[in-house]
């Protein structure tokens, strides 16, 4: 749990109503995609079930098992896996059978004979009926059971569920935090650094864009096509390969945005990047000698093409349009 302490002051303020046993029995967890929410509210489990003197001790029997979604007064409510044996798999929403289920199953006494947890996973997706539901129960709940309720969208809640809770908003992580995440989990340094300035703050993300080889392996060709090609007459052969991938032009632009970030990075901060180690030549003498403003036309183009694509311009046009920027820009550095 040591890891979500570089949230701030609330997650801290929260930290320690657990220590001094006074959480409150609902609790609404919210931020983007990917920056933790499943997994505190799954450490926030394991410390209310755990059964030694040090939660989460992460040995002893009941978190092995909350870890695993296994504890018997561990109740895991999220769309498409229906609780209720009336639902069928596969739906987009949480109905109100699946929280009817919940609170026939919260009405009894604990398996284990101490506290209860029921976490709702994508909570937004809860039908209308299904919100007012649990309404009635988080007015009411039974005793030593508590609720988390996480989501990217607490917007789309009714303000009567959202008000029954105390929230815990989980902020964008750093750069850095993501960076050292990754590095911890073996991920090479450019994969690692390239990764982290695509996750929009989201660890998961990341991570998942670490994990990616179709990513990877697109990015080697971005960075062939727009970085080491030095000769104009080729740009209508290269676009012409590429005039059948307009479903990935979102992922070539961010990727070419990742790029030139690091190239921003290396060049302002001082930040050390392994994007000099697979740059050719001249563009390293760009790094290194041209001015902020070359930095702002290059992010200008990008922004400019992904507003063409926007508008249904033909794709190779654009890319050719796009290249042909890059190889100039790169042609006026090579000696």
Do not use: W
């Given at each position: 749990m040591n890891d979500f302490r570089p949230q701030g002051e609330e997650i801290l303020s929260f930290f320690r109503h657990l220590?001094?046993?006074?959480?409150?029995?609902?609790?609404?967890?919210?931020?983007?995609?990917?920056?933790?929410?499943?997994?505190?509210?799954?450490?926030?489990?394991?410390?209310?079930?755990?059964?030694?003197?040090?939660?989460?001790?992460?040995?002893?029997?009941?978190?092995?098992?909350?870890?695993?979604?296994?504890?018997?007064?561990?109740?895991?409510?999220?769309?498409?896996?229906?609780?209720?044996?009336?639902?069928?798999?596969?739906?987009?929403?949480?109905?109100?059978?699946?929280?009817?289920?919940?609170?026939r199953f919260t009405g009894t006494a604990a398996i284990k004979g101490g506290k209860r947890i029921v976490l709702i996973h994508d909570a937004d997706t809860m039908t209308p009926q299904a919100q007012n539901a649990l309404l009635k129960t988080l007015e009411e709940p039974p005793a030593d059971t508590f609720f988390f309720l996480v989501t990217s969208h607490p917007e789309s809640l009714l303000n009567t569920v959202v008000s029954r809770c105390s929230r815990l908003h989980l902020h964008s992580w750093t750069y850095d935090y993501i960076l050292n995440v990754l590095k911890n989990r073996n991920v090479p340094k450019e994969k690692a650094e390239a990764s982290a300035e695509l996750s929009d703050g989201s660890v998961g993300r990341a991570i998942q864009i670490s994990e990616d080889e179709d990513y990877w392996t697109l990015r080697k060709e971005v960075m062939q096509a727009f970085f080491f090609n030095t000769r104009r007459s080729d740009i209508l052969t290269i676009s012409g390969r590429w005039k059948t991938r307009k479903n990935e032009a979102d992922k070539i632009l961010s990727i070419l945005e990742s790029i030139v970030g690091q190239m921003i990075m290396l060049r302002f901060n001082g930040h050390s990047s392994n994007i000099e180690n697979v740059l050719p030549l001249h563009w390293i003498h760009f790094i290194n000698g041209a001015s902020p403003e070359a930095f702002c036309a290059i992010f200008d183009q990008i922004a400019e093409a992904r507003k063409a694509l926007r508008f249904s311009v033909n794709f190779q046009a654009v890319f050719e349009q796009l290249l042909l920027f890059f190889v100039g820009e790169g042609i006026k550095w090579l000696q």
């Open positions: 220590e001094q046993d006074t959480v409150p029995h609902a609790v609404l967890i919210s931020g983007f995609e990917g920056v933790g929410k499943r997994t505190l509210a799954l450490l926030i489990s394991q410390y209310l079930l755990c059964e030694s003197g040090n939660p989460p001790c992460g040995r002893c029997p009941s978190c092995l098992l909350a870890l695993k979604y296994e504890h018997p007064d561990q109740i895991l409510i999220q769309k498409g896996i229906p609780l209720s044996s009336d639902v069928k798999e596969g739906r987009s929403s949480i109905p109100i059978e699946d929280i009817r289920e919940m609170i």
